[in-house]
């Protein structure tokens, strides 16, 4: 489907943060903080960790093997996690077109929320920072260190959709990861992949994407 027909048709918009909105790590690499959340894992004791996790620049990918290490080690981690990710929102950059998407959709008084891993005490200080509070309905996001809640899981999905009161087939999720799409279709609602770096254009039409674009900002216009 053409990506502006999705939009049209839709009650709802939901975002992804880390991509869609902005770029959390522009100023403070995601690299840098995945090695930051390893070091607190190494000074608990944890120094053998697998090859993916120790060379992984995802700081997810930390977490989530926290969290196979035990509570406590997942806490920890999180709370580091969402410090950092408190930490970046000052030089996150925006996604071109983002933020006028945002207000263009309010102006048509659809809901919109925010349905993100990242976690809400960051996507809080970035809406502030950014007067976009106004214009967003709710938001849906990491509030724990359970990672078995975050996407691919169609829980933050399902949160955004029961606060809202609306069906997910009256929705359109716009997410730049596989994912993204994945929990969509998991929650039974329409996905919109952002393809905004090389090699994902292919990625969403091989998860099977409803629609695919390149570009926010030419979808301001039928927001």
Known sequence: MNPADLLTQARVLLLDFDGPVCSVFAGIPAPVVA???????????????????????????VLRHAATLGPDEARYVEAAFTAH??????????????HD????WHATSRPLAI????????????LDLYNLRPAVDTVSARTSSDVALLKPSPHLLHQAITTLDVAPADCVFVGDSVTDIEAAHAAGVPALGYANKPGKH????TAEADAITEALAGLVPVA
């Open 35 to 61: 090695d930051q959340l390893r070091a607190i894992l190494t000074e608990g004791g944890h120094t053998d960790l697998p090859e993916n996790v120790a060379v992984s620049a995802d700081p997810f990918d």
């Open 85 to 98: 990710e408190v930490e970046a929102i000052p030089t996150a950059t925006p996604a071109n077109g983002a």
């Open 101 to 104: 998407l945002i207000e263009a």
């Open 115 to 126: 349905v993100s891993n990242n976690s809400a005490a960051a996507i809080s200080v970035y």
């Open 202 to 205: 292919a990625k969403f039409t």
